[in-house]
Structures are given as C-alpha cells and as structure tokens.
C-alpha cells in the first residue's frame, strides 16, 4: 500500500515502514535501536494535524535516522517522493548517496552504450549501431581531451564490432534475401567508421590484442591515484579561499602544459593553425597563445611567422561580417603590422611573398639555410593593409556620426595612413609592382576628397617617421602635385581597376580645388562615360560623386549650363542618396529588396565624413535649372515648344507651384527657390536675388560670399534674357542704357550680352549702336515652317537614338579602360565624331533637341572647348 496513506490510521503501517527502509537505508548501514525520548515522527502531510501514529510506525521511522539525524533535537524525515518539497531546515543528508567521480560517469557511459550496440546488435539494427557507436566515438574523443587513457571496454568493443561486422556482410552476400536499403546503407556507414577508428587507435589496438590483461592492470595502475585528487584540490581550495593562484598553466589540445620558449614555437604556432576555425575555438585564448609566443621569439624570422599568425587571429576574431572590429584589438593589430613590416625593412634577407615554394613549417629557416640568401615566407602584408582599412571604414558606418565616438574613432585615420606609407616603402624598397599599385591606390583613396589642411596633417605623420616612401609632402609643395605623382603612378599600371579609380580620384581631386576646365577634359577624353556601366559596383559610386564634384566645380566657377547639364543625369534619376552610398535605396513601386541585397547595400555606404550635402548639391541643381529654364520659358511662342524641357525635375516642382492657391512665405530650400524664379519670371530680379541669397544652406560652401556675389550677378543676367524674350514681341525698339539701368548692370555689359543673344539666334533684333537702342525684326513663321521644325528636331533625335542603340550593339571604341599602357588612344569612330560635330552645332541653338545621358553630358561640357580659351589652371 501507498506509504502516503500511512498517517491515515491504515493498518499496513508495518509494510509500508519496511518498503521505507530497502529505498532509504544503504547497503552498510543496519538497523538503528530507537531513542526512549525520540518523539514520533508523523508524515509531512499530516504533520500540523497533531495526530500520533502507531508505535511500530514510530520505531520503523526511527530506525531508518542515519547517526547525524539522532544528535539533532527534532528528527526530520520525509518520503522519497516529497524531497523537493522538504522544508528550509531539511537537508538531503537523511539519504546517503553514492558519489561517482567524473571518471566513473564517463565509464559508465561508455558501457552503457555498449550494451546498447549489443542489444541492436542481436536483432541486426545496424541503424541503432550507427547511432550508438557515434555516440561512443565522442566519449572516447571526451576522454582523450581530459588526457585520459583510453579503457579497455572501448577497445574490446572496437574488436566485437569489427568481429560482428565482418560476420554480417557475409551473412549477407550467402542469404537470398537481402537486408533493407537504411539497414544496408548504416551497415556500411559502421563498417567505414570502424576502419577509420581503428586507425587511429592501432598501436592501442595493438597492445591490447597482445596482452589483454596486462593492458586493463596498467590501467587500473592510471586510474586509482587519481581518485583521492579532488578532495586535496578542495581542502586546499578551502584553506586558501581568499588567496589568487597563481599556478595556472596554460593547456592545449590533449591537456598537455603548453611550453614557451624560443625551441617550441614552431610547434605551438602549428596547434594554433591547425585549431584555427574550428567549432568551439577560443579565439581569445589562441591571442593570448600566441602573444606570449610572440615575447619568447628570439630571431626574426621566429617573429615574422608569429606576427603573421597573430595579425590574422586578431582579424579571426570578429567572424561577423555585419559587425566592425572593436577599436582596441584594431589597434593592436595596427601597431603588430607596423612592427612586422619594421622587421622585414630592417632585415632585407627575409621576404613575405603570398606564393612560395612549400618548406618546412616547423624547422627555423635563416639566410645560410637557403640558396639564394634569401628567406621567403609564405603571407601578405597588402592583405592585412587591406583588412585594415576596411575595418576601419566599416567601424565607421556603425558609429553614430553626431556623437564624439565618432570623432575619436577619426583620429585613428592618422595612424592608418602612416601605416599604408610604411607599406608602400617597404613595396618600392622590394620592388613589387603589384601590391605597390594596390596600397598606393589606399593612400589616394585617403586623400583625394580632403581638404589641403587634412591632407598636411596626415602627411606630416609620415614624414616624422623612420620608414618614408619615395613620394611624400614637402612643407612647400601643395597637395595637387601629390595627388599628380600617385596618379601618375597607377596610370602606368597594368590593373586597368586602378587605372580607372585614379582617373576619377584625380578628376574628383581638381574639381575640388576649382580647376573645372582641366577635370573635365580629364573626364572627356577618358570617355569613362561610356563604359563605366561595365564598371563594379564601388567604382560606379566613385564616378557618381566625381560628376557631381564636377558640378559643384562649375557652379562655384559660374559655369551655370555646365552646372545643369552635369548633375541633371544624377536629380533625373530621383534616388541621389542611393547613387552617391549615402542613404539606402528606398522601396517604391512594388520593388522589394531581399535581405541580402539590402545588407550588401549598407556595407556599401560612405562614412558621415565622407558625404556630399545632398541638400547643398539640391539647392545647386535648381537654382542652376532655374536661371537655365526661366529665360527659356519666356523665349516660347509656341505649344509645341512647351514640351522641350531641360530640366524635368525643375519643371515639376515649378509647375506645382503654379497651382497652389495660397503661397506662405518661404520655409525650404526649394520654397526659396521656387519664389524666386516666379519673381524672375515677373521680371522682379532683385526679390529673386534676395530671396536666392537667404538660404541658408549656402553658409556651408566654400567661399560663400564669393557664391553669393556670383549668384547675384547671374541672376540679373538671366533677368535681362527674361525681360528682352517676354516683351521683344512688343516693342521695335529699346534703349541699352535703359536695360543697364533697370537692371543695374554696366552698358558694355548690356552691349555684349545682347550681341551673344543675337549672334546665336536667340533673338530675332539688330544692334544699332550709334543711336544705343536694339532693334527687334519680327519673324513669324508659317504654320508649315513651325511643322517642319518640329519634323527637324524629331527626326534628330531618332537618328541620335539609333546610333547609340547601334553603339551599344557593336560595342564602343577603345576606352579608358581598355589601354594597357594607359596612354592615348585611337580616335574614335566616324560616327562618333559626326555626331560630336552635329551637337557642337546645336548646342548653342535654343531649345535645340538633347539625346541620352552621354550626348547630354558631351553637349553640357564639351560645347566650349573650341572656343574657350581661359582656363583656370
């Protein structure tokens, strides 16, 4: 009966107390003589009730106290069943249980899963074998990691299996009916893995097959001293509880005491490779491994191959590809690159090669031992360069820019770029062409887009230094002939990548510093705009901010077309974020990006200090628009020529404007601007001067009131234009001087600006200077004239179009990218050059007709070049 029951007056009392004691009493312990005074114990569930039980019941229960329970002034017992709940002043010590060390579980487990194997193996379960024997495999592997012997079981098992396996397939092959495919499949899985295993334990195979009992005795003789071992280590824990040990040693694989000294690092620096991206690996651990080797080596090629080991297990230790390396092990691995590439510039003898002869990793190699004098070892330093830099920017892309973590990560640039000079030197002192046009390419991509002022400063890093590369900045020079020697560098290079990124580092580089006139004619004749479309994806992005830094350049300069025409293509697009690796493409029209295209675009992403104010670059593009498409408004006559437009994105965001019914005053930038040029359509120039030069986006251009004076002026220009197109129907004559004054521009200005205007058939009117008026001549074309015109310009621009479709089919001329010495190449098609001509032509003729992206960015830039002969060089 239940013992539950047993405070319930039940009658088995006697049963129940004797079952009691076989589950509680141990083997070596007998039956206890009941105190006199023992009070009886009643069962927990009925112990506040305050009934007795039977004095049998009592003497049962006391006689299963162990000797710690009858010192005690209140006996405490509790059922089997009911220990988790015993109270706060029970203990667990009324049951003695048997403690088994480690060892013994571990052994246990092994001869369990043996009898397992035995059972499966009586009913042909070669399936269950599989599984079981696997599982036996990983103790084993278990056991060898705590540098344990392997047991005897483990290896009799080894020899019943193979026994019984060999008995099988022959079984097999004599029967007529074959076993089932899973059972066939695990059978000669088992029998593979047996091979295997048996291989690897041979020699105790071996031995164990020689004398089975000499094996188990030796042992037995292992096994027993280790028992009495962790009741020493906690005594000895207990008595110096407070104290640090500092007897640690450091162990590797098989429990083996790792050894640091100058004749073991061959070795030591062998486990740790070999460990290397394996599950369960402590990264950390094999750091510090290899750090304490690192003070241990002695020569210097001892400390080349650790360094070499050492840098790489840094950059092992951030695995994630979505997160940047921490800054502190990121310094570290700068300051080991620094001292390795030290040690090869100081020791010439010895060479890092990425392709080498196969030697001997584990015997140390000098200058003496080798041929030729020289002692070549397997690694790259570009590599770590590399791995670096783009740490360093992807560290960047996941701080926040607006806090001053940012700031202080930025410092480290100075650091980096010292390194990639050291770098560069040791390459032009080895003479390697290859990994010296790939780490100059690094230094330029570090500079190109700064400011003189940053620039000096990094360079005045290197040039404190002991290790300097041929090409550094002198206290005199300016940063231009610097940019100039590196580019020239990689432009004799074989890589045409390099050659390209340079072409647009350089381009990017002038535009910056103002010089328009010789980025574009860079630009032009490296015809990378025809096939930067092949180009991948980060080169792509370099050439998109080179062409909006040539607007910018233009716009500063007061280049207004050039401006609009450059950095239409870009606003024509609608996703300039995306174009420039400043923002992430946004998801419209039922376009979904996937994860791992998404994730590829933000890894793409420029650092914060690395952007172009889109805001800035926006104000730019309209307002350039606006003094481009307003005097062409006001220049149509016609309905038909109200569909030329040069600037969509302009002409929307004007004709949204006209239909709002209530205007506020200005707010945005594009508020701003839209006012603006319905004032210059009204010809009230100086409300549109004044309202251009309140944006307040302007303070953050360079030479801000050198823009603003510059803006000013165009805009009378532009309002003059305006004023002479809207009313030259209504008068046959005005007087110059009075332009000049409405407009507050000087005479000789007002002269020439209407004999341009004239000149290029903008304006239908003879210039009578010796009375000082204009005189308009009023041309009216036929209804057949204007449909002939319109024929014209429609049948220009399908015949553009079919030549570019025809281009693209037959493939372009010789590009940038395709001269291997970088030097010049041929001309260019007939085609090409007739239809280079026939924009020339028609690039000055109002609302002449504009072909594809390249023939309008040709047509921008290019429409000047004969003529132009001021150059700002």
Same mark, same amino acid.
């Given at each position: 009966?239940?013992?539950?029951?047993?405070?319930?007056?039940?009658?088995?009392?006697?049963?129940?107390?004797?079952?009691?004691?076989?589950?509680?009493?141990?083997?070596?312990?007998?039956?206890?003589?009941?105190?006199?005074?023992?009070?009886?114990?009643?069962?927990?569930?009925?112990?506040?009730?305050?009934?007795?039980?039977?004095?049998?019941?009592?003497?049962?229960?006391?006689?299963?106290?162990?000797?710690?329970?009858?010192?005690?002034?209140?006996?405490?017992?509790?059922?089997?069943?009911?220990?988790?709940?015993?109270?706060?002043?029970?203990?667990?010590?009324?049951?003695?249980?048997?403690?088994?060390?480690?060892?013994?579980?571990?052994?246990?487990?092994?001869?369990?899963? &043996?009898?397992?194997?035995?059972?499966?193996?009586?009913?042909?379960? +070669?399936?269950?074998?599989?599984?079981?024997?696997?599982?036996?495999?990983?103790?084993?592997?278990?056991?060898?990691?705590?540098?344990?012997?392997?047991?005897?079981?483990?290896?009799?098992?080894?020899?019943?299996?193979?026994?019984?396996?060999?008995?099988?397939?022959?079984?097999?092959?004599?029967?007529?009916?074959?076993?089932?495919?899973?059972?066939?499949?695990?059978?000669?899985?088992?029998?593979?893995?047996?091979?295997?295993?048996?291989?690897?334990?041979?020699?105790?195979?071996?031995?164990?097959?020689?004398?089975?009992?000499?094996?188990?005795?030796?042992?037995?003789?292992?096994?027993?001293?280790?028992?009495?071992?962790?009741?020493?280590?906690?005594?000895?824990? !207990?008595?110096?509880?407070?104290?640090?040990?500092?007897?640690?040693?450091?162990?590797?694989?098989? &429990?083996?005491?790792?050894?640091?000294?100058?004749?073991?690092?061959? !070795?030591?620096?062998?486990?740790?490779?070999?460990?290397?991206?394996?599950?369960?690996?402590?990264?950390?651990?094999?750091?510090?491994?290899?750090?304490?080797?690192?003070?241990?080596?002695?020569?210097?090629?001892?400390?080349?191959?650790?360094?070499?080991?050492? @840098?790489?297990?840094?950059?092992?230790?951030?695995?994630?590809?979505?997160?940047?390396?921490?800054?502190?092990?990121?310094?570290?691995?700068? =300051?080991?690159?620094?001292?390795?590439?030290?040690?090869?510039?100081?020791?010439?003898?010895?060479?890092?090669?990425?392709?080498?002869?196969?030697?001997?990793?584990?015997?140390?190699?000098?200058?003496?031992?080798?041929?030729? *004098?020289? #002692?070549?070892?397997?690694?790259?330093? @570009?590599?770590?360069?590399?791995?670096?830099?783009?740490?360093?920017?992807?560290?960047?892309?996941?701080?926040?820019?607006?806090?001053?973590?940012?700031?202080?990560?930025? =410092?480290?640039?100075?650091?980096?770029?010292?390194?990639?000079?050291?770098?560069?030197?040791?390459?032009?002192?080895?003479?390697?062409?290859?990994?010296? &046009?790939?780490?100059?390419?690094?230094?330029?991509?570090?500079?190109? %887009?700064?400011?003189?002022?940053?620039?000096?400063?990094?360079?005045?890093?290197?040039?404190? *230094?002991?290790?300097?590369?041929?090409?550094?900045?002198?206290?005199?020079?300016?940063?231009?002939?610097? @940019?100039?020697?590196?580019?020239?560098?990689?432009?004799?290079?074989?890589?045409?990548?390099?050659?390209?990124?340079?072409?647009?580092?350089?381009?990017?580089?002038?535009?910056?510093?103002?010089?328009?006139?010789?980025?574009?004619?860079?630009?032009?004749?490296?015809?990378?705009?025809?096939?930067?479309?092949?180009?991948?994806?980060?080169?792509?992005?370099?050439?998109?901010?080179?062409? #909006?830094?040539?607007?910018?350049?233009?716009?500063?300069?007061?280049?207004? !077309?050039?401006?609009?025409?450059?950095?239409?293509?870009?606003?024509?697009?609608?996703?300039?974020?995306?174009?420039?690796?400043?923002?992430?493409?946004?998801?419209?029209?039922?376009?979904?990006?996937?994860?791992?295209?998404? !994730?590829?675009?933000?890894?793409?992403?420029?650092?914060?200090?690395?952007?172009?104010?889109?805001?800035?670059?926006?104000?730019?593009?309209?307002?350039?628009?606006?003094?481009?498409?307003?005097?062409?408004?006001?220049?149509?006559?016609?309905?038909?020529?109200?569909?030329?437009?040069?600037?969509?994105?302009?002409?929307?965001?004007?004709?949204?404007?006209?239909?709002?019914?209530?205007?506020?005053?200005?707010?945005?930038?594009?508020?701003?601007?839209?006012?603006?040029?319905?004032?210059?359509?009204?010809?009230? +120039?100086?409300?549109?001067?004044?309202?251009?030069?309140?944006?307040?986006?302007?303070?953050?251009?360079?030479?801000?009131?050198?823009?603003?004076?510059?803006?000013?002026?165009?805009?009378?220009?532009?309002?003059?234009?305006?004023?002479?197109?809207?009313?030259?129907?209504?008068?046959?004559?005005?007087?110059?001087?009075?332009?000049?004054?409405?407009?507050?521009?000087?005479?000789? %200005?007002?002269?020439?600006?209407?004999?341009?205007? @004239?000149?290029?058939?903008?304006?239908?009117?003879?210039?009578?200077?010796?009375?000082?008026?204009?005189?308009?001549?009023?041309?009216?074309?036929?209804?057949?004239?204007?449909?002939?015109?319109?024929?014209?310009?429609?049948?220009?621009?399908?015949?553009?179009?079919?030549?570019?479709?025809?281009?693209?089919?037959?493939?372009?001329?010789?590009?940038?990218?395709?001269?291997?010495?970088? &030097?010049?190449?041929?001309?260019?098609?007939?085609?090409?050059?007739?239809?280079?001509?026939? *924009?020339?032509?028609?690039?000055?003729?109002?609302?002449?007709?504009?072909?594809?992206? *390249?023939?309008?960015?040709?047509?921008?830039?290019?429409?000047?070049?004969?003529?132009?002969?001021?150059?700002?060089?």
């Amino acid at each position: 009966m239940s013992r539950f029951f047993r405070a319930a007056g039940d009658s088995d009392s006697d049963s129940s107390s004797s079952e009691e004691e076989e589950l509680m009493s141990s083997d070596d312990e007998g039956p206890k003589q009941a105190a006199p005074a023992a009070k009886p114990v009643m069962s927990r569930f009925l112990k506040s009730g305050g009934d007795s039980d039977s004095s049998d019941e009592s003497s049962d229960d006391e006689e299963e106290m162990s000797d710690d329970d009858e010192q005690e002034a209140k006996p405490k017992q509790g059922g089997r069943f009911l220990h988790g709940a015993s109270s706060g002043e029970e203990s667990d010590e009324d049951v003695k249980r048997v403690v088994k060390s480690a060892k013994d579980k571990r052994l246990d487990d092994m001869e369990a899963t &043996g009898k397992a194997m035995d059972n499966a193996l009586k009913i042909n379960d +070669w399936v269950a074998i599989s599984t079981e024997f696997d599982k036996l495999v990983r103790m084993a592997q278990r056991q060898q990691n705590v540098a344990e012997p392997v047991p005897p079981f483990y290896l009799r098992t080894l020899i019943d299996l193979e026994k019984s396996l060999n008995a099988a397939v022959a079984k097999d092959k004599e029967s007529k009916k074959k076993m089932n495919a899973s059972n066939a499949r695990a059978l000669t899985a088992v029998k593979q893995k047996v091979k295997k295993v048996a291989k690897e334990f041979e020699s105790e195979l071996k031995r164990y097959q020689e004398d089975p009992e000499a094996f188990e005795r030796d042992f037995q003789a292992t096994f027993v001293p280790e028992v009495a071992a962790p009741a020493k280590t906690k005594k000895a824990k !207990k008595g110096d509880e407070d104290e640090e040990d500092e007897d640690f040693t450091t162990v590797g694989k098989g &429990g083996k005491a790792i050894q640091f000294t100058p004749e073991s690092i061959f !070795k030591n620096l062998q486990v740790v490779q070999e460990a290397r991206g394996k599950k369960n690996t402590d990264r950390a651990e094999q750091i510090r491994i290899l750090e304490k080797l690192l003070e241990v080596a002695v020569t210097p090629y001892q400390k080349i191959r650790v360094l070499l080991a050492l @840098i790489a297990s840094r950059f092992d230790y951030n695995s994630s590809v979505a997160t940047h390396m921490p800054p502190e092990l990121w310094l570290s691995a700068q =300051k080991e690159v620094d001292q390795l590439i030290a040690i090869v510039a100081e020791e010439p003898a010895y060479s890092i090669q990425e392709i080498t002869e196969d030697y001997d990793e584990l015997v140390e190699r000098s200058p003496e031992t080798e041929k030729d *004098g020289i #002692v070549r070892i397997r690694g790259s330093v @570009i590599s770590f360069v590399d791995r670096l830099d783009d740490e360093f920017t992807k560290s960047l892309q996941n701080i926040d820019p607006h806090g001053t973590e940012y700031v202080d990560r930025l =410092k480290d640039e100075k650091v980096l770029y010292s390194t990639i000079c050291r770098a560069q030197a040791l390459y032009e002192k080895n003479k390697q062409e290859e990994p010296l &046009g790939r780490v100059v390419m690094r230094r330029l991509e570090h500079i190109y %887009s700064k400011p003189d002022p940053v620039v000096v400063a990094l360079e005045a890093t290197v040039a404190s *230094g002991d290790l300097k590369p041929s090409v550094i900045l002198s206290s005199d020079d300016q940063t231009s002939s610097l @940019i100039h020697s590196l580019c020239v560098h990689l432009y004799k290079s074989g890589n045409s990548l390099l050659r390209t990124r340079a072409m647009l580092c350089h381009i990017y580089h002038y535009a910056l510093h103002n010089d328009f006139h010789t980025a574009r004619d860079m630009l032009l004749m490296s015809h990378l705009q025809e096939s930067i479309h092949n180009a991948d994806v980060a080169t792509q992005i370099l050439y998109n901010r080179t062409v #909006v830094q040539l607007g910018l350049s233009a716009f500063r300069c007061g280049l207004i !077309k050039e401006a609009q025409a450059t950095l239409q293509d870009i606003f024509a697009t609608q996703r300039v974020k995306e174009l420039l690796a400043q923002g992430v493409h946004q998801q419209r029209y039922n376009q979904v990006l996937s994860p791992e295209q998404e !994730k590829a675009e933000r890894q793409r992403q420029l650092p914060f200090h690395m952007h172009i104010n889109t805001e800035l670059l926006e104000a730019a593009f309209l307002v350039s628009s606006m003094l481009v498409e307003i005097p062409l408004l006001a220049s149509i006559d016609s309905e038909d020529q109200k569909r030329k437009v040069i600037s969509k994105p302009f002409r929307r965001l004007l004709d949204f404007a006209d239909r709002q019914v209530f205007t506020g005053p200005p707010e945005s930038t594009r508020d701003h601007i839209m006012q603006a040029s319905k004032a210059l359509q009204n010809g009230e +120039w100086e409300k549109c001067r004044d309202l251009i030069q309140s944006i307040k986006i302007w303070s953050l251009m360079p030479e801000c009131a050198a823009v603003k004076e510059m803006l000013a002026k165009r805009i009378q220009e532009e309002g003059l234009r305006t004023y002479l197109f809207t009313y030259a129907p209504h008068y046959r004559t005005l007087s110059l001087s009075l332009l000049a004054k409405t407009f507050s521009i000087s005479l000789r %200005s007002v002269t020439s600006l209407v004999s341009k205007m @004239i000149w290029t058939e903008e304006l239908a009117a003879a210039l009578d200077q010796s009375a000082g008026v204009v005189v308009f001549n009023r041309v009216e074309l036929t209804r057949t004239q204007q449909l002939a015109q319109t024929l014209a310009d429609k049948v220009n621009a399908m015949v553009e179009q079919s030549e570019k479709s025809l281009d693209q089919r037959l493939g372009v001329s010789n590009t940038w990218n395709d001269r291997p010495d970088g &030097g010049k190449g041929d001309k260019r098609g007939e085609q090409t050059q007739e239809r280079n001509r026939r *924009g020339d032509r028609r690039g000055g003729a109002r609302g002449g007709a504009r072909g594809g992206r *390249g023939a309008r960015f040709a047509q921008g830039l290019g429409s000047q070049m004969a003529g132009n002969t001021q150059r700002n060089r």
